[in-house]
């Protein structure tokens, strides 16, 4: 293996670590959200403020858009369901 792809891999593992924890706390402040919700009364799905979300992180990213969609519409079955 040339050095190159080891380090292209040491970066993409230090990628991988953030992403990671970055999706652990999006998950634990969605959870606190959809808590709340239930306290307040009020329903855990809000279509329009996915749709807003999915609308601002793909924009300009037309390459990445539907994996970005697919990422997303898990992380919110996930948050909404566990």
Do not use: C, P
């Not at 606190?32 to 749709?51: H, N, P, W, Y």
Request: glycine fraction near 4%; avoid cysteine; aromatic fraction near 4%.
């Amino acid at each position: 293996m040339t050095n190159e792809i080891k380090e292209l891999r040491k970066e993409l593992d230090s990628l991988d670590d953030r992403i990671s924890e970055f999706i652990q706390r999006r998950v634990e402040i969605g959870k606190k959200i959809v808590k709340l919700k239930k306290e307040a009364g009020i329903s855990k799905d809000d279509l329009s403020r996915e749709k807003e979300i999915i609308e601002r992180i793909t924009a300009g990213k037309s390459e990445i858009a539907d994996l970005l969609k697919e990422i997303y519409g898990r992380i919110f079955d996930w948050v909404k369901n566990h």
